[in-house]
């Protein structure tokens, strides 16, 4: 008896800053990107703001299909440092729905 196994072979350098890539039901790929960004949101994390800016880590992530970018609240803003696991969640989530197909290179 004979079994095959299917792999998937990524030929193309990943861009900089991204952690995880995503495939969607049609076939683009949803990015988790680390970015650095101002906030007024404390290193406690949400929902408690100071009252000057600082400069963070954090993460948010974009559908390379229809263009959707992940973010947080109201206001759209990135996900905080302590945040990472609900970008990933958010961004597997936004992949496993997502019917765009991935658009052509040329």
């Not at 994390?45 to 954090?58: F, H, L, N």
Request: charged share 20%; glycine share 10%; with cysteine.
């Amino acid at each position: 008896m004979s079994s095959s196994t299917t792999s998937t072979v990524w030929t193309a350098a990943w861009p900089e800053n991204v952690l995880a890539r995503y495939i969607t039901v049609g076939g683009a790929h949803v990015d988790l990107t680390s970015i650095r960004f101002r906030t007024r949101f404390l290193p406690k994390g949400r929902p408690y703001v100071g009252d000057t800016y600082r400069e963070v880590d954090g993460f948010t992530w974009k559908c390379n299909g229809c263009g959707t970018v992940g973010t947080v609240g109201v206001y759209g803003d990135p996900y905080l440092p302590n945040e990472r696991r609900e970008a990933h969640l958010d961004a597997n989530g936004h992949a496993t729905e997502c019917r765009s197909m991935a658009k052509p290179t040329s």
